[in-house]
Structure formats: C-alpha cells, structure tokens
C-alpha cells in the first residue's frame, strides 16, 4: 500500500535516456529521384505521368516481370533447394554465365581470356566492390574519371570508396549528343593510369553513345594515356535490343589489350530490379593472377557483407543456362527494347504532328532507358505544375514510362512548354 | 583493321611461337595482354573455416564428420529449411508480386517486425518511434553498415572494443570501416565459462564514449553467455564509461529456444538507458542463410532524431548497394506477421535450439560412457550453435587426423553437425585424445 507515499513508478518504465549519441546528425537532403516520385504519387490529376522512374513499364505502364523469369522461378522452386550460404563470390553458375554473356560466347575472345568474375549486389554493388578492390590495390591513382554527366550514384560510390571524382566532356547540348571531340582532347589530358569510367552502352542519364569508329579512337587516346578502365554495363540487351551489339565496346577493348574491370547489373534485361544480381570482372594476365585477384576480392567482400543473396542469382543462372529459357529471354529483351524505341519514334512523330518546329532528332538518336529531351529546368517546372508529367530537373525522361496511351499527351505538353 | 602493337600466337595451351599445338592460321589473334594493373596483388590467406569443409570434402573415411559449418543440421546431418519458411515461400509465389526494387531502408513490414521481434512489440522506443530499422544483407551487411555509419557520425571514438574472442569476422568489419580493434576480457580457458571479473575490469578501463560490442546471446564462438545478474553489472559499469553499446544478435531464438529469453540483454540495456545499435540476423533462427536477411537499428533519443539518422543511414547505403535484396524479406515478413506461421515459426526455433541442446547432453553422456575424467560441464553451460571443447590445437589434429573430425584450430566445434547418429563416435575420438 502507498498512503502517503510518493506514487512508485511501474516496474517497466524506462530511466531517463542520457547523452544521445546523434545531436550532430544532420538531415540528409532528400533523395532527387525520390521526390519526385513521391510528387508523383500526391498528383491527383488523373492524366499524370512518372517520367523519373527508372525501371521498364510495359504499354500498360505496369511493372513488368518476365515470363522467362516466372518460369524460371517454378523450375527452382521445383528442386527444392536449400538456402545455405553461396561461397564468398558468389553462384558458380551464375559467374560463369555472366562472364560470358559480356564477353561472348567461349569461342571467341573469352576463352583465351584469363579473369575473375564475382556476383555481387546488382549494379551499385559491383561498382562499389570495384572501387573498394581499385582503392585498395590501385593505389598509384586516386582519380576517377566520369563522364559529364554520369549517374548520379557513381559520385559516391567512389568518394566513399576514397576516391577523389573528376570528369571528362561527353554530353554536348548544343546538340544533345557526343561531345566527341571534347572527350578526346579531356581524356587525353588524364593522368597515366588514372581510372575512366565508361558506360559500355546507354549512357545514363543521356541516352547518348559514341559509335564504334567513335570508340575505337577513344580506345586508342585511352592506350596512349595507359589509363584504367572501369566498364559499368547496366543495360547490355536493353540499349539496341541485342546482347552482343551492346557488349560491342567492351569486347572491342579487351581485343585491343585493355585490361578492364567491368560492372554489370541484371536489374534491367532481366528485370530482376529488387533481386539485386549483378557481377564484377577484372581481367587478368594470365591464370594465376585471376587466382590472387580473386583471393583478394573474397577478402574485401567478406566483411561487406559476407556471400551474396541466392535467389535472383539462381533465376539467372537457369536463364541463362538453359537454352529454350535464353531464347525466349533474348526474345523479351529484345521486345522491351523495341518498345522503348517505339515510343521514341512515336514521341517525335507526335512532336511534328503537334507543330513542333524545333529538332527532336536526339531524342531517336539516343538508346536505352532514358532521354536527355534538352528541356531546361523551368520548362520542366511548367511540364510537371500544368500537365502533370513528373521527371528529374536535368531534363531527362524515363521514355520506359511513356505508353501509345499517353505519348501523345507527352507531346502535346512538351510543345507547349517549348513553342 | 585495329593497330597491334604486338603479336602473339596464342595457342590453347597458352604457348608462344609456331608449333603443333597452335591453332589454324584463321584464328583470331589477340594483342598481347601487356602491363598488367595487378601484378604487386598478393595472394590472399585461405579462409580458415572454408579451408575445414574443403579438406573434410577430400575425406573419404565413412565416419567423417564435419563439426566447422557454422550452419545448422537435422538429425540426418542435413540443411534444414523450416516448413514456415516453405508456406511463406508458397503465399509469396500465390500473390505474383513484381520485383521492382525496395525503398533504400528496405521493405517496411520487414523492419517493424524485425524491431518488434528484438525490442518487444510494446516496448516503449517502438511506441514512441524513437528507433529507425532498417533492411540489411543479413548480419555482416548490418553491421558493416552500422560501422560506416558510426566511423562517419561517431567521430569522438576510433576504438572498437570485441570480448575476447569474438566472430572472426568482426575484426575485418570495424577494420576496413575505419577503426582500431581493442579487446576486453571475455573467455576464460580456465573455467571454459565467463571471466565476468576480468569483463568488468577491463570494460572499466574503457575510454569514455569508445564502441563496445555486445554479444546479444550465444555468443559466438564460445558460447559462453553472462547470467542475467551479470549482465545487470555489465550495463551499470557500460553507463559509467558512458560507452556506445552495438549489440550483435544474430541466434535470437536460437540460443535458448526462446525468443524473449534471448532478447533479454538487448531489452534490459535499452530500459536501462543505453541508445544502442543492434544488428540482427535471420540466417540461423529463419534457416535464411543465403537469403541474406538482417536488420540495423539505432535507437535515439527521439523521433526527429531517429528521422535525421535515417536520412543519412540511406545516404550510406546507397553507395554500397542502393537497396536490399526482396526475397528474404519477404519471407521473413510473412512469417513475423502471419499468426499461424510465427506460430509455426517459433515452434520449429525451438526444436532446432532443443536438438542442439540434447546432443549437448549427449555429448557429455556419452563421454561419461566412455570412462572421461574431465569435467565437460561446459559442454552443457555454454549455450548456441557452438561449443568450446578446451581442445588444444594438437588434440584438435588428432581429432582430424585420426578421426577424420574436422572442427577449427580454437577447439570450437558447431553442434549443429553433431547427431544422434555419430554422438557417441564423437564422445569416443574425444575420449582418446584426451584421456
């Protein structure tokens, strides 16, 4: 009993929290992308468009999940596997697999090729691992070198990494295209054994790609200046719609002696986005070098985050692997690509139809995912508070969120914002 | 045609120079892969336990037993996937769900449950929202990710303090995330059990506001855990050094068979005061292993806190893999948040930490059987998926040599590889080393 007593708390309730740990934690700024499309999500107007998204919609803009994939998914299920730990690399199978889709099939450069493959953490995972790998044993530079612009993500990855960003011309808006000659004359000031970050096939964010003449002085300026390369291939299918055209730049430079590493993502051809697949390469002199390369790597992951998720490793191997499944992957890539063409085609046609004057030739000229459209930054305010049509500042749209049922609308908007 | 600046046959056999083994003229001929950027890379030590399984693989002797997997094993001496885990998998497949990616954090029924399952689901921090969870690559993402995360915002402290001895793997993780390793007494090769006054000695000589983990329950590899009246000292020594606590929990359920047995520690330091990181790990209590699911909380001071921390927990792990993996957490999820499969859930934990604890028993059973004089109380006393024999390293040759019992060099042996079927070989090899 408590008369008179002071009233006695509960046995449960916590002591006062002392010193907090995290006063001088600072918010982070939001996430560009991100707001947008959350924006995008608060728009009520029933014509809205989420140009920001950067991962395929089929002509419904629904998520699209491969039927390769899903079939895939039942013949796993069907073993019966269990869900013990991968090795510290990763699924055999799948290393296999991936190195040769990027480098062709085992009788032509890659058999006579020495090099380590690891999966990894889908795109950003393996670019992480490489910088990580480069910062640790590539010590003679502490340069990266990216294209201008390039993802918005490589910027950390490698700062984090410990590496210091510099970039190189590439995207010219006078033309919303190849800075050719700008490359050229900025790579060829880089310093020897510096680190260059190439995307082997639809840039991001532009679209824009050198072509193969344009890459093969670029492989020569790059020889001249003994520099590294780091291939980051996160659209190989997805940019011309076959596999081994977009892998034509990075076995062009292995061909011609460049010992690259290389980064690649299946998030996109095989839409396994939250899967999280993706690999990284280094390639070797010879056997034994793969073999230290490879022993180092495991040592640098292992306290990352140990060996890497099975699931989406499993469903690309089987692709991959078995014959009727790759055909009908290729297939659907192939379909997803065309599509995305399709809707470029139409948004320039639908351009001219409204009366659009100015030249909209990039935006066919340029592949993959996105599309730099060239728009300034206060005509893409006026794009998304009268019509609703959500995209990231710099101009860029996803054109894998335009459909037949609204490229039109797309258009319409896009004129008026800039007649 | 592309300039070569030099040419060189390369034949299959990766010879130079005209000769039998070379190919057709019509073969491609490849430039020669010059300077290589790898030359001064070092091979790299083997994995010590790996190099255990690969030379128990190389084992043809019937009665091998590999006691190194740091994996649980039924009574057949097989990976086990529990029947919760197949439901969830089956709803999961029946809802055709696309894959688009996770926010950054993670799935966000993942990371209630997950804070639930540790902290309680009425514990005071989840009430407020003063914690923030988020998704990680199992145990050593969460807490390579909660290490970045404190070398970046705990700048007042460069020190990591680990019992002694720790997980392996704990080293390389604070290490490479930027910090120095310090060690504070933990294991007592005496006793085999816990040498609580030389902990708290030398937790007292800790320098304010450095970083000391805490082994949750089981811990790993001794499996010797303090009693509850210990760990009450630990916390009010810890608040006098005003220490960061970061607990790792990865046998939540596994240790004693129950899930709020298991938490006790994490609970009672947060009710104590202590703003702890907790890392959490589905691999072993979930069967999860190469799903690779875990959870990294900090608990804060309040909401607005917890938001800032958030944001930049984000910023973080963009960097290093953008987002998680979808599949485990979606099992997990559904198991933690389905009644009849939680349910399920923590009836199968229970019999995987029941297994381990009966061959436990049997283990000393049987070496009593066998006429042992020592005391293997320890066997019994110390708690989780491993077990410090007190095995000398040239007893433990013995042990692989003559026995074909594969374990590592520290005498640590995974009684999830123990059954009832080679219980009483084990007891018997151990018997002869030792008597």
């Keep these: 009993m408590t008369f008179g007593m002071p009233h006695i708390l509960p046995f449960n309730v916590s002591s006062p929290t002392f010193s907090s740990w995290w006063t001088e934690v600072q918010m982070g700024p939001p996430d560009p992308i991100l707001g947008v499309t959350e924006a995008y999500k608060r728009d009520t107007n029933p014509k809205k468009m989420n140009l920001g998204v950067g991962a395929y919609r089929n002509d419904q803009g629904k998520p699209y999940v491969l039927s390769c994939v899903r079939k895939a998914e039942a013949l796993i299920a069907s073993r019966n596997l269990d ?17 040769e889709l990027a480098l062709g099939p085992s009788n032509e450069v890659s058999k006579l ?40 993500n490589h910027t950390p990855i490698f700062r984090d990494a410990g590496f210091q960003l510099k970039g190189y011309c590439y995207y010219d808006p006078k033309t919303c295209g190849f800075d050719f000659r700008g490359a050229l004359d900025d790579i060829l000031k880089i310093p020897e054994k ?4 190439l995307h082997a096939c639809a840039h991001n964010p532009t679209g824009v790609d050198p072509r193969q003449e344009q890459w093969r ?15 980051d291939m996160a659209y190989q299918g997805f940019a ?12 062009y430079f292995i061909e011609q002696g460049h010992n690259i590493v290389l980064s690649q993502s299946f998030a996109k051809n ?16 010879d056997t034994e070098e793969a073999k230290r390369v490879e022993s180092q790597l495991k040592i640098l992951i292992r306290p990352i985050y140990s060996n890497p998720p099975i699931n989406g490793a499993r469903i690309a191997a089987t692709i991959l692997n078995t014959p009727d499944l790759r055909k009908e992957w290729l297939e659907e890539v192939n379909g997803m ?45 006026r794009l998304t508070k009268e019509f609703s049509i959500y995209m990231t500042k710099d101009g860029r749209i996803s054109v894998a969120g335009v459909t037949s049922g609204n490229v039109a609308y797309l258009a319409q908007a896009i004129h008026a914002v800039t007649k």
């Design 240 to 251: 011309s719609g076959d596999i081994d055209n977009d892998a034509w730049a990075v076995r």
């Design 113 to 152: 090729l020495s090099s380590i493959t690891v999966q990894t953490i889908s795109g950003t995972g393996s670019l992480r691992v490489g910088a990580n790998f480069l910062s640790r044993f590539h010590t003679v530079a502490r340069d990266v070198f990216l294209p201008k612009p390039s993802w918005g």
């Design 217 to 231: 002085e670029i492989s020569e300026v790059i020889k001249k200046r003994n520099l590294l390369v780091f291939f």
């Design 270 to 285: 095989m839409g396994l986005y939250g899967e999280r697949v993706g690999g990284f390469t280094v390639v070797c002199k």
């Design 83 to 99: 869900k013990e730990y991968l090795p510290i690399g990763g699924l055999a199978e799948f290393n296999k697999a991936c190195a």
């Design 194 to 197: 510096s680190i260059i970050v």
């Design 337 to 381: 690509a065309s599509r995305i063409i399709r809707m470029r085609e139409q948004l320039v046609a639908n351009l001219k139809k409204e009366g659009s004057t100015h030249n909209w030739q990039h935006v066919t000229d340029q592949i993959g995912m996105f599309c730099f459209t060239g728009l300034k930054p206060e005509q893409v305010e």
